[in-house]
């Protein structure tokens, strides 16, 4: 029989080494996939490591998956927070992501030091918007945010779908269903020669430290923590609860608004109804990964899309499906959520021979 | 007018809302029953996903269909097990405890349907079910086309819209399953275990769900695609609530979404010149919102649901 | 050995027992023996280990040390397997939780006959559970419709049905845990009857209490704990009131008493108020509450007394009637409204409503106030300051934590409680409203939180005391109103009223005669 001891005092090195120590079973349980693929096991590491740390490129591809992926966790991190289970991120991403292209590919014309800010600023309010209504439907009419933020999903992809098929397709696309460019001037700058990694990188980065002072530092994020933890206290203690939730869901959406800003903006120039391949249910990994920290997330996120770019590269090379990557991830989600009664509680095998000298 | 009137008359059209309905029933019976117990289980739309798999792929591997059938539940039994480990004993977050079964399955569905067939360019076909042919009954008019020419895996669901309200209402294991749900205390203090009534519980809501996952592959179609669920799993998450949990509103709910599915297919082949086509595609998870929405207010949720239970605890 | 009525057999034995639950210790060598027919009660203070001991005896605990046997079918003692209810289910051992262990959405044959037959089979309870149950009800007297959902019976009703779900799985040893806890005194009354004439039919009994009255009353046999060990078991007859109180609390009890004060002005009025839904709404409920005043409502659990204090700290508004603050309309839309308006709360479940357990004590100090101008600045926090406002409120509260950083969730109830007075009790409210504010503390806890309310009325402040412990009521309140059913007596001085008559309108009676 196991009996779990609640911790009064859970030291630092425990919470942070809980989720590291999840990452690496997931990492570890791979290894069954792989064999079972018929594969070389060690190579196949070998391989992932190599295409995700093996060169500058390597790193930098890595760093620019992790890129809306911080932004997806962080947007996650905060709704979680306060128990306002967002799992749209998806459809909020492509909200955002539909914005930016609305704004940047000619609608206006601006020099970069306006365009640029009104792009992200148009993105992360689409976002906003879209979790909008999934927190007004919970708090005014009780509707499950979980089930309708879900569902969302489906209906902005079709509606992405339906725009670059009809009013926002390019003419110039030679019939493929996609936008038509941003303007040079609404692009995200990028960081490195010749590499994809872009300054989404430095805006994904800023919002990390921002949420993190927000939560910790301020009035409404002291509010957003009270009614997380406990809400018919925080009711009771005055806060305004509905409010803190609208907060929550209109700041939770339009950080997923941004990461298809940074996609769009940032990557590839163009808006394609398959952007994102998971990006929003992903950052909820990310975000369980970081214990909903929003610094933790940036660790979190790194991880997460070296497992993607490693297991692209090691795909490539011998021929293990690179499904192989959402498989870890999945794995490590299932893997934090076991760490944490390893924080929370003494876990104690109590054998049955010593119940019976008990009793 | 008279066109709406028109689809809505002909046997093609209920018999389209009952094969539409079909996954639906067995996803949302799944789910009442885990919720019952007082398990929320969003692993539903992996499952799907599995069984939909599992059960396309042991026919294609040369078992029998009703084999496939089995191979399925099995699969979704196995999936409802590690939610069960997770959200049962050992308490944790049903919500991102369902996310996480759900990415899981999903991603193991899709990685050994990639290992096994590495480069195939169109999915392979299997022999599916093929619709009954009962003597007298499938040769009525109207009647006969409509109801009963569907494929064995759809009686097999009304089949069970029976078995479970039965079980449910009318067996003692019924009246444990709706206790546990309601105020596990009352299970622990007539000596039965929560633990076992609830993982039991989820274990069978999630092989009944993955049999919708696999009337996709082995009924409607004949192959297994990437993304095929598409939300069906969602979809009978809010059409649970909207049928208070109960079987026969499962039923319900389930044609009526059909219906509606149905006759807005119809409908986009008269209109669809004009209307682009995804906006029917959005009316399934549409039309799931709002039926969530109407029924909020007033959803009589198990109240001892998402609240894990461990023993002497009240 | 104690000497049981005539000499019975002794049918339940524990021995020995221990309970650690992390450092504390629950319940250290206990040893209590139950004879066939005789009715124990098991005294002591919150905290006493009273619970605990019950539910190591029905499984619901292992314990760590000590062994529970009991009478077979031979009538010779055999130990019990531990942690295991339907072992002492099947050993015959019958209990009666606090809170109830019914599902609301069954009917109460449903929950009776649950776990009675294998799950597996067609058909709810074998053939004759229904001529059997008539039997039993006929035979204790217990009265209940069997076939209407649990969620629609009153409370009283419910307790029936956890005694008649003992009884028919054939309990020779019956435990009761606070029986009288959501009971009016007449239904008391009535519940005791039953279990003496169980007792006379040859089941044992065991009830917890911490009601001296009542143990005195009903019991041949009291066992008292304190802080987790048995210190007397003695046969009733050798007992009286002051002596029981001191075993229980290990020394001389001297009980808060106000000092005569004449009331100042009017401060609160409720005109006709009607709010909430279903059996605990509040109905054309009105009262004026005056500076320096301690008004009283007394009553039994779920009788409205929830919606008048959600009404009172803002978190429901009133259907019709009226609210004023010194003669001023009140229009709250939350409890920040309230809070502002100067009225504090201290809510009833201090464990739900009162901190939020993950969060530090210190934020809990602040947690009214975090929008004032002291503790923030354009909306970020000032923790110096927030610190400060800890130190000071731990040091005036002697709230026993190891620093304002700590978290509440660790604390005991009674500190917790003092962390829910302290921030709104120094805010300077002009009105209180306590519920329940002794619930589940001890005797040393409870006097602080008594002291705490005296002093709020010496200053001047109207305090609102719910409570359904008459001691209290009659120690505090200058004025006492009962409510029933949603309906609230006219506030009468307490010196003109007495227990009987104060437990009589909590059962419905001379409601209607009151004046306006």
Same mark, same amino acid.
């Given at each position: 029989?196991?009996?779990?001891?609640?911790?009064?005092?859970?030291?630092?090195?425990?919470?942070?080494?809980?989720?590291?120590?999840?990452?690496?079973?997931?990492?570890?349980?791979?290894?069954?996939?792989?064999?079972?693929?018929?594969?070389?096991?060690?190579?196949?590491?070998?391989?992932?490591?190599?295409?995700?740390?093996?060169?500058?490129?390597?790193?930098?591809?890595?760093?620019?998956?992790?890129?809306?992926?911080?932004?997806?966790?962080?947007?996650?991190?905060?709704?979680?927070?306060?128990?306002?289970?967002?799992?749209?991120?998806?459809?909020?991403?492509?909200?955002?992501?539909?914005?930016?292209?609305?704004?940047?590919?000619?609608?206006?014309?601006?020099?970069?030091?306006?365009?640029?800010?009104?792009?992200?600023?148009?993105?992360?309010?689409?976002?906003?918007?879209?979790?909008?209504?999934?927190?007004?439907?919970?708090?005014?009419?009780?509707?499950?945010?979980?089930?309708?933020?879900?569902?969302?999903?489906?209906?902005?992809?079709?509606?992405?779908?339906?725009?670059?098929?009809?009013?926002?397709?390019?003419?110039?696309?030679?019939?493929?269903?996609?936008?038509?460019?941003?303007?040079?001037?609404?692009?995200?700058?990028?960081?490195?020669?010749?590499?994809?990694?872009?300054?989404?990188?430095?805006?994904?980065? /800023?919002?990390?430290?921002?949420?993190?002072?927000?939560?910790?530092?301020?009035?409404?994020?002291?509010?957003?923590?009270?009614?997380?933890?406990?809400?018919?206290?925080?009711?009771?203690?005055?806060?305004?609860?509905?409010?803190?939730?609208?907060? /929550?869901?209109?700041?939770?959406?339009?950080?997923?608004?941004?990461?298809?800003?940074?996609?769009?903006?940032?990557?590839?120039?163009?808006?394609?109804?398959?952007?994102?391949?998971?990006?929003?249910?992903?950052?909820?990994?990310?975000?369980?990964?970081?214990?909903?920290?929003?610094?933790?997330?940036?660790?979190?996120?790194?991880?997460?899309?070296?497992?993607?770019?490693?297991?692209?590269?090691?795909?490539?090379?011998?021929?293990?499906?690179?499904?192989?990557?959402?498989?870890? /991830?999945?794995?490590?989600?299932?893997?934090?959520?076991?760490?944490?009664?390893?924080?929370?509680?003494?876990?104690?095998?109590?054998?049955?021979?010593?119940?019976?000298?008990?009793? | 007018?008279?066109?709406?009137?028109?689809?809505?008359?002909?046997?093609?059209?209920?018999?389209?809302?009952?094969?539409?309905?079909?996954?639906?029933?067995?996803?949302?019976?799944?789910?009442?029953?885990?919720?019952?117990?007082?398990?929320?289980?969003?692993?539903?739309?992996?499952?799907?996903?599995?069984?939909? !798999?599992?059960?396309?792929?042991?026919?294609?591997?040369?078992?029998?269909?009703?084999?496939?059938?089995?191979? @399925?539940?099995?699969?979704?039994?196995?999936?409802?097990?590690?939610?069960?480990?997770?959200?049962?004993?050992?308490?944790?977050?049903?919500?991102?405890?369902?996310?996480?079964?759900?990415?899981?399955?999903?991603?193991?569905?899709?990685?050994?349907?990639?290992?096994?067939?590495?480069?195939?360019?169109?999915?392979?076909?299997?022999?599916?079910?093929?619709?009954?042919?009962?003597?007298?009954?499938?040769?009525?008019?109207?009647?006969?086309?409509?109801?009963?020419?569907?494929?064995?895996?759809?009686?097999?669901?009304?089949?069970?819209?029976?078995?479970?309200?039965?079980?449910?209402?009318?067996?003692?294991?019924?009246?444990?399953?709706?206790?546990?749900?309601?105020?596990?205390?009352?299970?622990?203090?007539?000596?039965?275990?929560?633990?076992?009534?609830?993982?039991?519980?989820?274990?069978?809501?999630?092989?009944?769900?993955?049999?919708?996952?696999?009337?996709?592959?082995?009924?409607?179609?004949?192959?297994?695609?990437? %993304?095929?669920? %598409?939300?069906?799993?969602?979809?009978?998450?809010?059409?649970?609530?909207?049928?208070?949990?109960?079987?026969?509103? @499962?039923?319900?709910?389930?044609?009526?979404?059909?219906?509606?599915?149905?006759?807005?297919?119809?409908?986009?082949?008269?209109?669809?010149?004009?209307?682009?086509?995804?906006?029917?595609?959005?009316?399934?998870?549409?039309?799931?919102?709002?039926?969530?929405?109407?029924?909020?207010?007033?959803?009589?949720?198990?109240?001892? !649901?998402?609240?894990?239970?461990?023993?002497?605890?009240? | 050995?104690?000497?049981?009525?005539?000499?019975?057999?002794?049918?339940?034995?524990?021995?020995?027992?221990?309970?650690?639950?992390?450092?504390?210790?629950?319940?250290?060598?206990?040893?209590?023996?139950?004879?066939?027919?005789? =009715?124990?009660?098991?005294?002591?203070?919150?905290?006493?280990?009273?619970?605990?001991?019950? *539910?190591?005896?029905?499984?619901? +605990?292992?314990?760590?040390?000590?062994?529970?046997?009991?009478?077979?079918?031979?009538?010779?003692?055999?130990?019990?397997?531990?942690?295991?209810?339907?072992?002492?289910?099947?050993?015959? #051992?019958?209990?009666?939780?606090?809170?109830?262990?019914?599902?609301?959405?069954?009917?109460?044959?449903?929950? #009776?006959?649950?776990?009675?037959?294998?799950?597996?089979?067609?058909?709810?309870?074998?053939?004759?559970?229904?001529?059997?149950?008539?039997?039993?009800?006929?035979?204790?007297?217990?009265?209940?419709?069997?076939?209407?959902?649990?969620?629609?019976?009153?409370?009283?009703?419910?307790?029936?049905?956890?005694?008649?779900?003992?009884?028919?799985?054939?309990?020779?040893?019956?435990?009761?845990?606070?029986?009288?806890?959501?009971?009016?005194?007449?239904?008391?009354?009535?519940?005791?009857?039953?279990?003496?004439?169980?007792?006379?039919?040859?089941?044992?009994?065991?009830?917890?209490?911490?009601?001296?009255?009542?143990?005195?009353?009903?019991?041949?046999?009291?066992?008292?704990?304190?802080?987790?060990?048995?210190?007397?078991?003695?046969?009733?007859?050798?007992?009286?009131?002051?002596?029981?109180?001191?075993?229980?609390?290990?020394?001389?009890?001297?009980?808060?008493?106000?000092?005569?004060?004449?009331?100042?002005?009017?401060?609160?009025?409720?005109?006709?108020?009607?709010?909430?839904?279903?059996?605990?709404?509040?109905?054309?409920?009105?009262?004026?509450?005056?500076?320096?005043?301690?008004?009283?409502?007394?009553?039994?659990?779920? *009788?409205?007394?929830?919606?008048?204090?959600?009404?009172?700290?803002?978190?429901?508004?009133?259907?019709?009637?009226?609210?004023?603050?010194?003669?001023?309309?009140?229009?709250?839309?939350?409890?920040?409204?309230?809070?502002?308006?100067?009225?504090?709360? #201290?809510?009833?479940?201090?464990?739900?409503?009162?901190?939020?357990?993950?969060?530090?004590?210190?934020?809990?100090?602040?947690?009214?106030?975090?929008?004032?101008?002291? +503790?923030?600045?354009?909306?970020?926090?000032?923790?110096?300051?927030?610190?400060?406002?800890?130190?000071?409120? =731990?040091?005036? +509260?002697? =709230?026993?934590?190891?620093?304002?950083?700590?978290?509440?969730?660790?604390?005991?109830?009674?500190?917790?409680?003092?962390?829910?007075?302290?921030?709104?009790?120094?805010?300077?409210?002009?009105?209180?409203?306590?519920?329940?504010?002794?619930?589940?503390?001890?005797?040393?806890?409870?006097?602080?939180?008594?002291?705490?309310?005296?002093?709020?009325?010496?200053?001047?402040?109207?305090?609102?005391?719910?409570?359904?412990?008459?001691?209290?009521?009659?120690?505090?309140?200058?004025?006492?109103?009962?409510?029933?059913?949603?309906?609230?007596?006219?506030?009468?001085?307490?010196?003109?009223?007495?227990?009987?008559?104060?437990?009589?309108?909590?059962?419905?009676?001379?409601?209607?005669?009151?004046?306006?």
């Amino acid at each position: 029989m196991i009996r779990f001891e609640p911790r009064e005092n859970v030291s630092p090195a425990r919470r942070i080494g809980a989720p590291v120590a999840a990452a690496l079973v997931a990492l570890l349980l791979a290894s069954l996939p792989i064999a079972a693929a018929g594969a070389p096991v060690l190579e196949a590491y070998l391989l992932m490591a190599r295409g995700a740390f093996g060169s500058v490129f390597a790193f930098s591809e890595l760093l620019a998956r992790a890129t809306p992926l911080i932004l997806t966790g962080l947007a996650a991190a905060v709704a979680f927070r306060a128990r306002l289970w967002n799992i749209g991120g998806e459809g909020q991403l492509y909200a955002g992501a539909l914005a930016a292209v609305a704004v940047g590919t000619g609608a206006i014309s601006a020099p970069p030091a306006l365009l640029i800010p009104l792009v992200v600023l148009a993105g992360a309010f689409a976002g906003g918007m879209m979790m909008l209504l999934p927190t007004l439907l919970k708090v005014r009419l009780g509707a499950d945010e979980v089930v309708t933020t879900l569902l969302l999903n489906f209906v902005v992809i079709l509606a992405v779908q339906m725009m670059l098929e009809g009013p926002m397709k390019d003419p110039m696309g030679m019939g493929w269903p996609q936008s038509e460019p941003m303007l040079d001037e609404a692009m995200l700058p990028k960081l490195l020669e010749r590499m994809r990694v872009h300054s989404g990188l430095i805006l994904a980065l /800023v919002m990390a430290i921002a949420v993190h002072v927000f939560l910790k530092r301020t009035v409404w994020g002291f509010e957003i923590r009270a009614v997380g933890e406990n809400p018919e206290a925080a009711r009771h203690a005055g806060i305004p609860v509905t409010a803190t939730f609208v907060r /929550v869901g209109l700041l939770s959406g339009a950080l997923a608004g941004l990461a298809g800003v940074s996609e769009v903006a940032g990557l590839k120039g163009y808006l394609t109804a398959d952007l994102s391949p998971g990006f929003g249910y992903t950052g909820i990994v990310v975000a369980m990964l970081a214990g909903l920290s929003p610094l933790g997330v940036v660790f979190a996120a790194l991880f997460i899309a070296g497992i993607f770019v490693g297991a692209d590269s090691m795909s490539r090379a011998i021929g293990v499906s690179n499904y192989l990557a959402d498989l870890v /991830v999945a794995t490590s989600l299932i893997c934090v959520l076991v760490s944490g009664l390893f924080v929370r509680f003494r876990i104690r095998l109590v054998t049955p021979k010593a119940r019976k000298a008990d009793a | 007018m008279s066109d709406i009137l028109e689809i809505l008359l002909t046997a093609n059209f209920w018999a389209a809302a009952l094969r539409i309905a079909t996954p639906l029933i067995f996803g949302v019976l799944g789910a009442l029953l885990c919720e019952r117990a007082g398990v929320l289980n969003l692993g539903i739309e992996g499952i799907f996903t599995a069984g939909a !798999m599992a059960g396309w792929m042991a026919v294609w591997l040369g078992a029998g269909l009703w084999g496939g059938v089995l191979v @399925a539940a099995l699969a979704g039994a196995a999936f409802g097990l590690v939610h069960a480990i997770l959200t049962v004993p050992l308490g944790l977050s049903q919500h991102v405890s369902g996310i996480g079964v759900t990415l899981f399955a999903t991603s193991l569905s899709y990685y050994t349907y990639r290992t096994a067939l590495p480069d195939v360019s169109s999915p392979p076909r299997i022999e599916a079910f093929q619709p009954a042919d009962i003597p007298y009954l499938s040769d009525l008019p109207f009647l006969g086309p409509a109801l009963f020419q569907q494929t064995p895996l759809t009686f097999l669901a009304l089949a069970f819209v029976v078995v479970v309200a039965f079980v449910l209402y009318r067996t003692p294991l019924g009246l444990a399953i709706r206790a546990v749900g309601d105020n596990p205390s009352a299970i622990e203090a007539q000596g039965l275990s929560v633990t076992l009534l609830r993982m039991g519980t989820v274990v069978a809501g999630s092989a009944l769900m993955a049999l919708g996952g696999a009337f996709l592959t082995m009924s409607a179609f004949d192959a297994f695609f990437f %993304n095929m669920v %598409n939300g069906r799993g969602w979809i009978c998450i809010a059409l649970t609530v909207f049928a208070s949990w109960r079987p026969g509103k @499962a039923l319900i709910g389930a044609l009526l979404f059909g219906a509606f599915d149905a006759f807005q297919v119809r409908l986009q082949t008269e209109v669809g010149g004009v209307v682009p086509g995804q906006v029917f595609l959005m009316m399934p998870y549409l039309l799931s919102i709002a039926a969530l929405v109407v029924v909020a207010r007033k959803a009589d949720y198990p109240r001892a !649901m998402l609240k894990p239970y461990f023993r002497g605890q009240r | 050995m104690t000497t049981g009525p005539g000499e019975q057999p002794v049918v339940l034995a524990l021995s020995g027992i221990t309970k650690r639950f992390g450092a504390l210790m629950a319940n250290e060598g206990v040893d209590l023996e139950l004879r066939r027919g005789e =009715i124990v009660a098991l005294l002591g203070e919150n905290g006493a280990g009273k619970t605990t001991l019950m *539910n190591i005896l029905f499984g619901h +605990y292992v314990a760590d040390e000590g062994t529970v046997s009991v009478a077979g079918a031979d009538g010779r003692l055999q130990p019990m397997e531990p942690g295991s209810p339907g072992a002492a289910l099947r050993s015959g #051992i019958g209990m009666v939780h606090q809170h109830f262990t019914l599902a609301e959405n069954l009917t109460a044959f449903e929950n #009776i006959v649950l776990g009675t037959v294998p799950l597996i089979r067609p058909g709810l309870a074998g053939r004759n559970a229904r001529a059997r149950l008539a039997e039993l009800m006929r035979r204790s007297g217990l009265e209940v419709d069997l076939d209407i959902r649990v969620s629609r019976l009153s409370v009283g009703e419910q307790q029936r049905v956890e005694i008649l779900k003992a009884l028919y799985r054939d309990a020779r040893v019956l435990v009761l845990d606070e029986p009288t806890a959501v009971l009016t005194p007449q239904e008391s009354d009535t519940l005791f009857a039953t279990l003496k004439s169980l007792a006379a039919q040859g089941i044992a009994i065991v009830f917890i209490s911490h009601k001296l009255a009542e143990v005195l009353a009903a019991s041949d046999r009291v066992a008292v704990l304190r802080l987790g060990r048995k210190v007397a078991d003695l046969p009733t007859a050798e007992c009286d009131r002051q002596k029981l109180a001191e075993l229980m609390v290990g020394h001389a009890v001297t009980p808060s008493r106000r000092e005569p004060k004449a009331p100042g002005a009017a401060l609160l009025t409720l005109d006709g108020v009607t709010a909430g839904e279903g059996r605990d709404s509040i109905r054309d409920v009105g009262f004026t509450l005056h500076e320096g005043e301690i008004l009283g409502i007394a009553g039994v659990s779920g *009788n409205g007394q929830a919606t008048l204090a959600r009404l009172l700290s803002g978190l429901l508004p009133a259907e019709r009637g009226n609210l004023f603050l010194r003669d001023k309309p009140v229009h709250a839309h939350d409890a920040g409204d309230m809070i502002r308006s100067g009225i504090a709360r #201290i809510p009833e479940d201090r464990h739900r409503d009162g901190v939020v357990g993950a969060m530090t004590v210190a934020e809990n100090l602040v947690i009214e106030e975090i929008r004032g101008r002291r +503790y923030q600045r354009f909306g970020f926090l000032d923790f110096a300051a927030i610190a400060a406002r800890a130190r000071e409120a =731990i040091a005036a +509260y002697d =709230i026993r934590c190891p620093g304002g950083g700590a978290v509440a969730r660790l604390l005991s109830g009674g500190n917790i409680q003092k962390i829910v007075l302290a921030r709104t009790l120094d805010a300077g409210p002009v009105v209180v409203l306590a519920a329940q504010p002794s619930r589940g503390l001890d005797i040393g806890a409870t006097g602080d939180v008594h002291r705490r309310l005296l002093a709020a009325r010496a200053r001047g402040a109207g305090v609102i005391l719910i409570s359904e412990d008459l001691d209290e009521l009659f120690a505090l309140s200058d004025r006492i109103a009962v409510i029933h059913r949603g309906h609230l007596s006219a506030p009468r001085p307490s010196e003109e009223l007495d227990r009987a008559s104060v437990g009589l309108m909590m059962a419905g009676h001379h409601t209607e005669s009151e004046a306006a």
